[in-house]
């Protein structure tokens, strides 16, 4: 039985992956920002155990982790949090851009920092949930296209870094997904939010289960999810 530490495993892709990988019998541990969230992911997803870590404060997660037990082996952490807040460049205060680089790009490095040494023992899989934003900068979406296009450097060079330990890594770019980010994302430019015209989480956490379950020859390095034809 393989394990998985998710973060973002509330909402969305996240928590899609973790039912998907709970269901098959797959034991799935959840990082929660505190523990009413880990409660209310546990009442959701039966079965799925929690760490409780703040990712808005990355220089915070090296001691709330050893505040708690951890298992010695990781066979994936899936990167799957994720925070937006639209702006034009002029309009964005220093703290959203913190908040931001924060949750996406630094505490993703230090989470990684922290339990590399158990995906390395289960020569395991790191997997980052991107975004189009991380391969293109539109304009109003300056501050979190530079987290994404950050996290995408992260892994590339944290690939060519663990390649001889085994480690693989993957970046996955979904385009709109319906989750309660793109809903918020919709409000912030003043549009409908229709879930049904957006691709279903599942959908992405289909595909990074195809990822994680390649053979070892092989390695998924960037994916990209776009909507289909309904």
């Not at 990355?58 to 994720?82: E, M």
């Amino acid at each position: 039985m393989s394990l998985h530490l998710i973060t973002g495993a509330g909402s969305g892709i996240g928590f899609a992956l973790a039912r998907h990988l709970r269901s098959r019998g797959d034991a799935v541990i959840a990082l929660a920002r505190n523990a009413a969230r880990a409660r209310d992911i546990t009442s959701k997803i039966p079965g799925v155990q929690t760490l409780v870590g703040d990712l808005s404060e990355p220089g915070r997660l090296a001691w709330a982790l050893s505040q708690q037990s951890l298992p010695t082996s990781i066979d994936s952490l899936v990167h799957a949090a994720g925070v937006v807040d639209l702006g034009r460049i002029g309009d964005t205060p220093a703290a959203s851009w913190q908040n931001q680089l924060a949750v996406n790009l630094q505490s993703p490095a230090e989470l990684t920092r922290l339990l590399l040494p158990m995906i390395r023992n289960a020569r395991g899989h790191i997997v980052f949930i991107n975004s189009g934003a991380g391969l293109r900068a539109n304009p109003g979406w300056g501050a979190y296209a530079a987290s994404k296009h950050g996290l995408k450097a992260l892994a590339d060079s944290l690939r060519a870094e663990e390649h001889a330990s085994g480690v693989r890594v993957t970046s996955v770019f979904p385009g709109r997904t319906a989750t309660p980010m793109q809903e918020k994302v919709r409000h912030q430019e003043d549009a409908e939010y229709d879930p049904a015209q957006f691709i279903d989480p599942s959908s992405v956490a289909t595909t990074i289960i195809g990822a994680l379950d390649l053979p070892r020859d092989a390695e998924a390095t960037d994916i990209s999810v776009r909507p289909g034809l309904s």
